[in-house]
């Protein structure tokens, strides 16, 4: 590589790592970074869908049929690859084909369909992605994918301060090209986990990985989105353990007595002073009225808890269990902010073992790669954050969304038999 292009850290540089490129590989990679911007809805979602709903729009819903059509192209023109990871990944299949069969009970069956079909374009995304790329690659275009949506968010804010920060509900408080502050937050952090990830596998340019991780922590900041800060911490903190672990067995064994002694600290104070915790954490004791809603629903959990309401069924039969959710909340509620109740809504008690199953199994991967691959920086980490997450938002299987691809990736990727 010439002196120029060791010091270049931009895009182009990113897609310099192989020799003897071409321009189908240049598209393809570009092709990647479009499809996981247009994943995380930044931009186009509040221009399209200011609702906050892409079910409100059907230019949005209209938009991914030609990502869909592209990814099947390409899935076609790797036949090989794409089988040899549908192999590896046979649980997550089967999670995405409960989904579809959950279509035979719906409350909403052409809502299930529709959804479902997505959730499964969505997974092809992410399994292509999989199948494409190295780990060192793969990275890479993650992390300038969040650069991209770092720099994007950073110029709404201050050009165009009316769409970039939020006058209502949180005044001052940045959103970015996202619907709202703690969208802007939750990426950034999965940004700061990407960017540390990058440093170490593209050590030549750790000057620009390094800025490019300051800035997901300013905006993560800068959205004041509590979640997203501990996610943050989380994020971080596993990665400095991973570096901490990798300098020796006596190192390891501190970092695991931390992490352990962490876990079982944190946990007494939630049993002993939930309420005290919650609020030093400047959050109320039942998480911004999250726990009456969960309360509410886990009774309409109860009534199923086989089968579920079908997948995405339930937020969308106005006339159905739905309604009295509303009634006993006193508010239009528009999910779970659960990702666990919300998957029990949409396929049962089954569907949730099946899902913890399969991230799970994803950490448990991640974790047997503690000492030895760079891509444990970013695959435990984001999935950790992910898991955290969920306690609070409907995160862990939704259609069209960056952080269902990426985990579709990332434990895809993780299951390879062999390192690439």
């Known amino acids: 590589m010439s002196p120029i292009a060791a010091r270049e850290p931009l895009f182009l540089s990113v897609l310099r790592q192989a020799p003897g490129l071409r321009s189908v590989r240049f598209a393809e990679a570009g092709f990647t970074v479009v499809g996981l911007f247009l994943f995380s809805q930044a931009l186009i979602g509040p221009l399209f869908a200011p609702s906050g709903s892409d079910e409100t729009s059907v230019i949005l819903r209209l938009m991914w049929l030609p990502v869909y059509g592209l990814t099947i192209l390409l899935m076609l023109a790797r036949p090989g690859a794409v089988l040899r990871t549908l192999s590896n990944n046979l649980l997550l299949v089967g999670l995405i084909a409960l989904m579809a069969v959950s279509v035979m009970w719906s409350v909403a069956p052409d809502v299930t369909i529709r959804r479902t079909f997505a959730l499964a374009m969505s997974a092809c995304f992410g399994l292509w992605i999989a ?6 690659e793969m990275i890479l275009l993650i992390a300038t ?3 991209l949506l770092g720099l994007t968010s950073t ?3 201050l050009a165009v301060p009316a769409m ?5 509900v949180h005044p001052g408080a940045w959103k970015g090209v996202f619907w709202e502050k703690n969208t802007l937050g939750g990426v950034m952090a999965w940004g700061v986990v990407s960017g540390l990830a990058a440093i170490r596998v593209d050590p030549k340019h750790w000057l620009f990985w390094a800025g490019c991780t300051a800035m997901c922590v300013a905006l993560v900041l800068l959205s004041t989105s509590k979640t997203a800060l501990l996610s943050c911490l989380l994020g971080t903190g596993l990665a400095i353990g991973i570096a901490l672990c990798r300098r020796g067995f006596g190192f390891a064994s501190l970092m695991i007595f931390l992490g352990l002694t962490g876990g079982i600290t944190i946990a007494t104070i939630m049993l002993v002073a939930p309420v005290e915790a919650l609020e030093a954490l400047g959050r109320d004791a039942t998480l911004t009225g999250r726990t009456d809603i969960w309360g509410v629903l886990i009774e309409e959990i109860r009534t199923v808890p086989w ?3 079908g997948y995405m069924a339930f937020w969308s039969a106005e006339n159905g269990p739905v309604f009295w959710v509303r009634q006993a909340t006193h508010w239009d509620v528009p999910t779970a902010h659960n990702g666990w109740i919300e998957i029990a809504l949409a396929i049962g008690i089954p569907g949730v073992v099946m899902t913890a199953l399969v991230y799970f199994q994803a950490l448990l ?11 444990t920086y970013w695959a435990l980490g984001f999935i950790s954050m992910i898991l955290l997450v969920s306690i609070s938002e409907s995160n862990l299987v939704h259609q069209n969304s960056l952080g269902w691809v990426m985990f579709v990736a990332t434990s895809a990727k993780l299951a390879e038999r062999r390192e690439r």
């Not at 199948?131 to 060192?136: D, L």
């Not at 970039?164 to 209502?168: K, S």
């Not at 991967?365 to 891509?375: D, K, Q, S, Y």
């Open 164 to 168: 970039g920060v939020d006058h209502v």
């Open 131 to 136: 199948s494409r790329w190295s780990w060192r």
């Open 145 to 147: 994918t969040f650069a």
């Open 155 to 157: 110029f709404m804010a």
């Open 307 to 309: 089968t579920g309401y």
């Open 365 to 375: 991967r991640a974790v047997g790669r503690i000492f030895n691959g760079p891509e």
